[in-house]
Structure formats: C-alpha cells, structure tokens
C-alpha cells in the first residue's frame, strides 16, 4: 500500500531526482518515508514490525560476509537510490560493492547491485523488479513475509525478467555478485 501525499509541496509538477532530495530533507518531512515514482513523490507507509525484523535480518547476514571480505556496503531502509531521472526508490536493504562504488558515495546517483524489498500489501514487485533491472541492479530479492517465500529477480538472455520462487527449505546465494556467499531461506524468517 501506498500513500500519494502532497509532502509539503503541493504536487503541480513532476519532480527530478535532484528535486525530490530537496524536498525530502526538509524539516517537515524528517521521519518520512519517501520515494520518487515517475516524478510523483510517494509517501510509504511505516513498515510492520516483522518487515522491519527480516531487512535487518537479511541486512544483518549480507553485512557478516561483505565486511570481512571488504566488498561494499549494505544500506538499510533510508538509502535513497536513483534509478532514474524521475525514480528514487528505498529498498528494504541493498548492496552496493566497492566496485561500483569505491568510497562512500554523497549520493546514491545509481542502482544497487542488491535490492532487497520486504514485500506487504499489493506492491507491484514486478513493476519495482523492472525498474531496478532496468537502472542495472543485478538481482532483486522480494521476501514475502507472510507466504515465508522469497523471489529473487533475475535478467534473462532475452532482456526478459525472470522470478524464481525460494521456499524454506531453500536457500539464496550470491551467485557473481557475492560469491561464497549464502543465505538459507529458513534463516530470515527463524525469528
């Protein structure tokens, strides 16, 4: 579910990436969860209590292999990224490697190798899925809470996304993104 919301601004135009930071970090919006959709801002709403349990989680177990090996970053819910000139999403959790991103960036004026998005409601993960491909996120997993499934997001051959369904008796790996790395579906939602 999503909240439309005017966020301080009336909503009379479409915004930019640059715009919609601006506008985020007023005072009056501090707390708020917000993306940019198309040009529209969007205002999320609070996440449950076990959605924000599993991001960190999963952001917990992402940050126990990236650190020691030194491969990037993990962000949580607030890491604003740029997919495109008019889309800034907030994934759940994210990875970002040290090759994309070799510092700490000011912005993240790019995608994440990694989105992960706890899914609630009637999101379109597949519309979110596609952006994410589409700006060069490498693999989207969307963690469905309630189902305890997972569906990592993958670019075919043919430019095609493809959805592959994790259960509990499965688990999700790095694959060439964070090689070594893996994760049993059973895990993140052990709590």
Do not use: C
Not at 30 to 48: H, N
Not at 93 to 100: E, M, N, W, Y
Not at 141 to 157: G, I
Request: proline share 6%; charged share 30%.
């Amino acid at each position: 579910m999503r909240l439309r919301t005017m966020v301080a601004h009336e909503q009379q135009k479409l915004y930019t990436a640059e715009e919609f930071r601006e506008i985020a970090r007023l005072p009056e919006n501090e707390g708020r969860r917000l993306e940019l959709e198309e040009g529209e801002i969007v205002e999320m709403p609070a996440s449950k209590p076990i959605s924000t349990i599993l991001a960190m989680r999963i952001g917990h177990f992402l940050n126990a292999f990236v650190i020691p090996r030194d491969l990037g970053y993990v962000t949580g819910a607030d890491g604003g990224f740029k997919l495109g000139p008019g889309t800034v999403r907030q994934p759940d959790a994210a990875f970002v490697s040290k090759g994309r991103a070799p510092q700490i960036p000011a912005e993240f004026d790019f995608a994440p190798d990694l989105a992960v998005e706890i899914v609630s409601g009637r999101e379109d993960v597949w519309k979110k899925a596609n952006e994410y491909r589409r700006a060069g996120t490498r693999r989207v997993w969307a963690v469905y809470p309630d189902d305890q499934k997972v569906y990592v997001f993958r670019l075919n051959d043919d430019g095609s996304l493809n959805g592959q369904l994790f259960t509990l008796d499965a688990a999700l790996d790095g694959e060439d993104m964070l090689p070594g790395f893996v994760l049993p579906v059973r895990d993140i939602f052990s709590v």
